[in-house]
């Protein structure tokens, strides 16, 4: 299929430049990028759209190349923010920017054992190109070809100049003038003619374009993503101000997982086209099967496997699978754990609570120091109402003691209250 195509029908497709900019990188063997600036050690599910979107041009047998902002990242972008960013120390963002590498080449690296392919791509840290740049230097190489009148309609820079109380420095405003130029040095530099963006760097690009016709008489393109929304209209990646990172420190296996787990039935389709690698046949597959039986989430759980498997990796999607049967699934819980490594369980155990206890202990005892019950006497209540479970078995006797021999493979026990609360028992 056709790039265009392929592109469109997976919707990561908002607005692009020139239309022959397509059939150039559908033959393969030509260069583009895309930048994340570091204002945080880890990308998230925003930056991983438009990843996405450059995975399909890698596909074609094209070179990505990764810029990670030590330049910009000093300045602070404008856009989407009604006032100036904090600066961070160069500590911080060397921290970052080597965070940031790392975790591209970890994802590069998961994608190459899922497709069986070789991905080309290269890690470049912009603040390279600025180093020994004066700026006096910038204002006459690059400056001179911008005009302020330009620069102040762009949308990222309209509403900050308009608005007195949301004004914006010298500094946010010549940010985009500097990722114009990095695409200048680029295409200089390494042949690159296309810059990948999210639909919010639109403005920035354009002025890459305008940048590189004036001053190197050449044309170069400018491919944007969607921002991406779930079917209530809210931006996908936020859940009640939490972010989805693509470092498990940040958010965990798990908890990517169960967030693709608890998409409607409306965004399962698009999101496997946008979020995974599989092909459209095999979309159409899972979706048939999905509709035939909603109730049992195939749809969602093929797309968080596969969304772990390319962010984490094979084994985080295997451990974030087996902690969610335990959680919610109807398999026997106690076969799952005994199947787990140390890994898994300590992973579970970071996923549900619980307590760590040297020899036996009370049932009550159980219930109120994991937080299940707020006190012994509340725990003797759930117990005589039939509501407190161990290892998935009912808990008739209050002065039941769990003992070592109560641990599945000798390592925990499971501890429920109700349908969905438990806590793990060390």
């Known amino acids: 299929m056709h790039l265009k195509d392929i592109l469109e029908k997976k919707g990561l497709l908002y607005q692009y430049s020139n239309e022959k900019v397509f059939d150039i990188y559908d033959k393969g063997g030509q260069t583009l990028y895309f930048g994340v600036d570091p204002t945080a050690d880890s990308m998230h599910i925003g930056h991983f759209t438009v990843f996405m979107n450059a995975l399909n041009y890698m596909l074609k047998g094209n070179k990505l190349i990764l810029i990670v902002g030590g330049a910009t990242g000093m300045i602070g972008d404008p856009s989407g923010k009604d006032s100036e960013r904090n600066f961070l120390d160069k500590k911080q963002l060397d921290k970052n920017v080597d965070s940031l590498s790392r975790q591209m080449s970890n994802i590069i690296s998961n994608l190459e054992k899922l497709t069986g392919k070789k991905l080309d791509f290269e890690i470049i840290n912009n603040h390279d190109f600025y180093e020994n740049m004066t700026f006096l230097d910038f204002l006459r190489d690059a400056g001179k070809y911008i005009t302020v009148n330009n620069m102040m309609n762009k949308e990222t820079v309209k509403p900050r100049i308009e608005d007195p109380e949301k004004s914006i420095s010298y500094t946010e405003f010549s940010y985009m003038l500097i990722q114009a130029y990095d695409f200048v040095k680029l295409y200089k530099e390494k042949d690159c003619k296309l810059q990948i963006c999210g639909s919010d760097q639109w403005g920035n690009g354009v002025t890459g374009i305008e940048l590189i ?51 409607t039935d409306e965004d399962v389709e698009r999101f496997l086209k946008i979020y995974t690698i599989l092909d459209f046949e095999e979309i159409d597959k899972i979706v048939d099967t999905h509709k035939q039986a909603p109730e049992n989430r195939y749809g969602q759980a093929m797309l968080a496997k596969n969304v772990v498997r390319t962010v984490f990796g094979e084994k985080q999607s295997i451990q974030a699978e087996k902690i969610s049967e335990v959680m919610f699934g109807k398999k026997d819980k106690k076969e799952i754990i005994k199947s787990m490594d140390e890994e898994e369980i300590k992973a579970l155990k970071n996923e549900i609570g619980g307590i760590d206890w040297k020899g036996n202990i009370k049932i009550t005892e159980a219930l109120s120091q994991s937080g299940l019950t707020a006190s012994n006497s509340e725990a003797k209540k759930m117990i005589k109402s039939g509501a407190v479970y161990l290892n998935e078995e009912k808990v008739e006797d209050i002065e039941k003691e769990i003992t070592d021999d109560d641990l599945i493979n000798g390592k925990i026990a499971l501890l429920r209250k109700g349908k969905k609360n438990y806590k793990i028992i060390s």
């Open 213 to 263: 016709r004036k001053i190197l008489d050449k044309e170069s393109y400018v491919v944007s993503a969607p921002l991406i929304l779930d079917s209530s209209g809210k931006k996908f990646g936020k859940s009640e101000g939490n972010a989805i990172w693509l470092d498990e420190n940040k958010s965990s296996p798990y908890f990517v997982y169960q967030y693709f787990m608890n998409c």
